[in-house]
């Protein structure tokens, strides 16, 4: 059964930092592409970022400049730095794990609010 269990959300000030965690197992991370999406409530679930096993990275428009994502293979995680974070960031953030159509994989989420 494949797991993707995040951590890392909270309450944050606007302007502020928080990093996101997806920890998973070796086979999975070797073999998928891993990104991180966000759902607003009442809006649909969008990307925010990708990496793939080779490294390559995508973000949405949004947050380029401000989110980092990045592997750690010894650890088996994927990461989401975010900085300079704003109260249009808040949403739930699932980890997402993506090897084809009909093969993928979500975690169970995390809220990241951004509030003063």
């Known amino acids: 059964q494949v797991q993707l269990v995040e951590s890392g959300g909270g309450l944050v000030q606007p302007g502020g930092t928080l990093r996101l965690a997806c920890a998973t197992s070796k086979s999975i991370l070797s073999s998928y592409t891993m990104g991180w999406y966000r759902q607003a409530p009442g809006k649909q679930r969008d990307l925010v970022a990708t990496?793939?096993?080779?490294?390559?990275?995508n973000y949405a428009g949004s947050v380029k400049g401000r989110f980092t994502i990045s592997r750690d293979n010894a650890k088996n995680t994927v990461y989401l730095q975010m900085n300079g974070l704003k109260p249009e960031d808040t949403a739930i953030y699932y980890c997402?794990?993506?090897?084809?159509?009909?093969?993928?994989?979500w975690g169970q989420g995390t809220q990241v609010t951004v509030s003063s």
């Open positions: 997402n794990a993506y090897l084809t159509l009909s093969r993928y994989y």
């Open positions: 990496i793939t096993t080779g490294g390559n990275t």
